[in-house]
Every structure is written in C-alpha cells, then in structure tokens.
C-alpha cells in the first residue's frame, strides 16, 4: 500500500506570514494533486503536477514536485485569513484512484 | 453545471442497521469514486465505478459495497453498522478520459454518517 506522509499536522500563523507543507512518500507516483477542504465541504483540487522537478506557481502558492516523483511541497507566501483551510496531497498511481496523505490544518489569524 | 450532489447530507444511525448513500456526478461524467474520512485515518479510498462497473476497491471489508447505475449516479451501503464507521463519506466524479494521469476529480460535500 502506497503512504503519503504530511507534515506538519497542524499549523497557525500570522497574517503575513510565509508556510511551507511537506508531503512524503517512499513509493513514486505518477502524478501528485493538492486539495484544499473547507469545514463542511468536499475537497477542492489546487493544482497536478506530473513530471519530476516539475514547480506551478498559482497567485502566492507554489508547488514543486521532487525530482523522483516521491515528494511534494506547497508553499505560501504572505498568508491570509482566507487561506485558512485543510490542505491535502494526493497521489496517483496504484490500484486506488486516490491516496491521500492525513493533511495539514492551516489556520491564519488576522 | 451543477457540481457532484450527495444525499442525505446527515445520517443517524444505530449499531448494526445498514445505510444507503447517493451521490449524483456532474454530467458528462462517468467515473465515480467515493471515499471515508474520519480525523485519525484522513481520507481512504473506498472504491471506484465506471460504466456501471467496479473498476478498483480499497481496502474495506465486504460491508462496504456500491453500485453504479446506468446514468453514472452511484450509491454505497453500509451494513451492520459499526460505531468506527461514523464517518464523512465523500463522493467524487470524473471525466476519466482514457484514464489519464491528469483526470480532476470532483468532490461533493460529503455525507456525515454518525453511528449511534
């Protein structure tokens, strides 16, 4: 069964702020999704990224995808409220559509 | 177009009853997924049909089953329901255009399951 570890678990900080989330894997995957999901909803995809090495930025987040397609990280520069959320990855490659990590708890205060 | 719709949206239910979930995918659609979540597991895959077919399953024991129906909405059951089941149960649908690396898939809100 294939993993995705996340890190960290939780994490509040301040409006401003810059963050970075980890996702790690021992297993490689064909493609990698983040998601991010708000109290009472589905999941919502941000971005894929599919090649090794591969970086997509999207307004103040980017995404990079190791360069042995085992690892990810999102990273947010100057933090809002409204970026608060649950942040998850996902990979795709086995026999299940989707494996998802256990997420990230963002909190941004004002 | 409308986004992926789930019924009920909330569920009571006692130990060893049984449940039915609905979930209707964007039209067009022909993949549906669903999945558990609960806060110490996160998000598992349950399984996923396509054209009427189960096409891949996790790993859940056999009182977890589902079925597909010709215009791609999909139901799960749950029987002899156990207090671990309580759960968020989220459907998701797809294009599934040649099953590509790429294919989005498209959540609903979800149905919250609480097992008395």
């Known amino acids: 069964t294939q993993l995705l570890e996340q890190s960290p678990q939780f994490l509040s900080i301040q409006e401003g702020e810059n963050l970075t989330v980890y996702c790690n894997s021992s297993s490689v995957f064909s493609s990698l999704q983040w998601y991010r999901q708000e109290p009472g909803e589905g999941p919502v995809l941000l971005v894929t990224v599919v090649t090794g090495g591969e970086v997509k930025k999207l307004k103040r987040l980017t995404f990079q995808f190791g360069d042995a397609r085992k690892d990810s990280s999102l990273h947010i520069t100057a933090a809002q409220p409204g970026d608060t959320g649950l942040y998850l990855c996902a990979g795709q490659g086995g026999s299940e559509k989707l494996v998802f990590g256990k997420g990230t708890k963002l909190t941004v205060n004002p | 177009k409308a986004g992926v719709t789930q019924t009920p949206r909330y569920l009571i239910k006692t130990r060893g009853q049984q449940v039915t979930l609905s979930c209707s995918p964007i039209s067009g659609h022909r993949s549906v997924s669903w999945y558990q979540q609960t806060p110490g597991q996160g998000l598992q895959f349950l399984f996923e049909?396509?054209?009427?077919?189960?096409?891949n399953k996790g790993n859940f024991p056999g009182r977890f089953s589902g079925r597909q129906f010709s215009n791609s909405r999909s139901e799960m059951n749950v029987s002899t329901l156990e207090l671990g089941d309580s759960a968020l149960y989220l459907c998701?649908?797809?294009?599934?255009?040649?099953?590509?690396?790429?294919?989005?898939?498209?959540f609903g809100p979800g149905t919250r399951l609480t097992v008395l």
């Open positions: 998701a649908s797809s294009l599934d255009q040649a099953g590509g690396l790429t294919d989005t898939q498209y």
């Open positions: 049909y396509f054209s009427e077919t189960q096409r």
